[in-house]
């Protein structure tokens, strides 16, 4: 299931919030066990980070394209890869 729509969460007051997501996400990646979903959980623990802004975020990085790009279609996202040339990574 990929979920572009509403993300809910609870603001400062307790009170719950609806945001739209920006980019298209499947949800429920992580929640069977497959090849993929333990790659991509390794790679995240291992070069990727979580934060809290607006909501959580997961980033991945490498200097290799071709395996941010998997990341990102393993995970059914439509979110750009940003290239940093000062360090020649690439960002999701």
Known sequence: MVCKTIIRE???RCRLR???RKYDLNEAF???WSPKMAYVLG???ADGYMRIEKSYRISFSSN???IVEDIRDALGS???IIDFDRDRSFYL
């Open 18 to 20: 609806t945001i739209k």
């Open 10 to 12: 609870f603001d400062s």
């Open 64 to 66: 290799d394209l071709q």
């Open 78 to 80: 439509n979110a750009p």
């Open 43 to 45: 790679f995240w623990f």
């Open 30 to 32: 992580f929640n069977a």
